[in-house]
């Protein structure tokens, strides 16, 4: 069974950061696409940033510069490093991976950003 569990999350005054990690279970993790994707009340959940198995980075422009995914496939870990946060920034984080046709979630963890 596969497991993902985020931590890291908090509160965090404009400018601030915060590094999320989101450690996985029950896969080869090596050679799984890990996403993170953010939620807000009231909109679609927003793929933020992805890394594949080769280590290859996208990001969604409003993150581009400010956040950095990184893996370690020892751990196994995911991690986002969120910089110069701002308060559209704050939502749930969720840390996911597509296994086997199925997208797994994790449970998330809350970022706000507030002075």
């Known amino acids: 069974q596969v497991h993902l569990v985020e931590s890291g999350g908090g509160l965090v005054q404009p400018g601030g950061s915060l590094r999320l990690s989101c450690v996985a279970s029950?896969?080869?993790?090596?050679?799984?696409?890990m996403n993170w994707y953010r939620q807000t009340p009231g909109k679609q959940r927003e793929l933020v940033a992805n890394?594949?198995?080769?280590?290859?980075?996208n990001y969604v422009d409003s993150v581009k510069d400010r956040f950095t995914i990184s893996r370690n496939n020892v751990r196994p870990t995911v991690y986002l490093q969120m910089n110069n946060l701002t308060p559209d920034d704050t939502a749930v984080y969720y840390c996911?991976?597509?296994?086997?046709?199925?997208?797994?979630w994790g449970r998330g963890t809350q970022v706000t950003v507030s002075s």
């Open positions: 029950g896969i080869n993790f090596k050679l799984f696409t």
């Open positions: 890394i594949t198995s080769d280590h290859t980075r």
């Open positions: 996911s991976t597509n296994y086997r046709g199925y997208q797994v």
